[in-house]
């Protein structure tokens, strides 16, 4: 089956950092979705981004579909950005179910 | 847009017991997914319904689990015989048509005394 590998795993950074969190997946993709999970454990919709850049706010992320990667910016980190960055992507002739990386724990420290 | 809702977000269980499990998905979407989360780890998928009709379900769904969906809306997942392993996040996605993302519910947090 399809891998997506998330890095790095562990990010710790200072109030303010810039940080750039990878996702590579093993074989061709309907599409691809970027969340954020917080302390409490919610999931939070990024950004849903199949190929191109796309940006909200401090945040942006561009996917290379060819290559097979998509990375996620995060600029002037704030503490409230901690939490766990997880990328998933829907597999080719699937039911849309999404496939999951590890996920990057990122902890701003203030 | 009310979001997709869960309920219970708590539940403590004795081992052995069965659990019920709710999601309401945003009003429109007809897809719905169940999907179980393990501490440290990524969800993993669990079983997908379009409509009412359960379409796909993971091998990680062992006979104890069965999920429904009457009439497309609100969507059910029970665990019967409750087992130490089950202890876990479980989470419940709704998405509209194909080109758009999935919506997840604050999840229902699952522990097995």
């Known amino acids: 089956g399809i891998q997506v590998e998330q890095s790095p795993p562990d990010l710790i950074l200072q109030e303010g950092a810039n940080s750039t969190l990878r996702c590579n997946f093993s074989?061709?993709?309907?599409?691809l979705q970027w969340f954020h999970q917080n302390p409490w454990g919610q999931l939070i919709n990024l950004f849903y981004?199949?190929?191109?850049?796309k940006q909200n706010g401090r945040l942006s992320a561009t996917t290379v579909a060819t290559e097979r990667y998509s990375l996620l910016y995060i600029s002037s980190s704030q503490t409230t950005d901690s939490g766990v960055y997880f990328c998933?992507?829907?597999?080719?002739?699937?039911?849309?179910?999404?496939?999951w990386g590890a996920g990057t724990k990122l902890i701003i420290k203030p | 847009d009310t979001g997709v809702s869960q309920d219970p977000r708590h539940k403590i269980t004795k081992r052995g017991q069965n659990v019920t499990f709710r999601c309401d998905p945003i009003?429109?979407?007809?897809?719905l997914y169940w999907y179980r989360q393990t501490l440290g780890q990524g969800p993993e998928f669990l079983t997908y319904?379009?409509?009412?009709?359960?379409?796909?379900k993971s091998r990680l769904l062992s006979d104890r689990f069965s999920a429904e969906r009457p009439k497309g809306s609100f969507s059910t997942l029970e665990i019967q015989r409750t087992e130490q392993g089950d202890s876990a996040m479980y989470l419940c996605?709704?998405?509209?048509?194909?080109?758009?993302?999935?919506?997840f519910g604050d999840g229902t947090r699952l522990s097995i005394l």
């Open positions: 998933a992507v829907e597999r080719e002739n699937s039911n849309y179910q999404l496939i």
């Open positions: 996605a709704s998405g509209g048509s194909w080109n758009q993302p999935q919506h």
């Open positions: 074989d061709s993709v309907n599409n």
């Open positions: 981004i199949p190929s191109g850049t």
């Open positions: 009003s429109e979407h007809n897809r």
């Open positions: 319904f379009q409509n009412e009709a359960q379409l796909e």
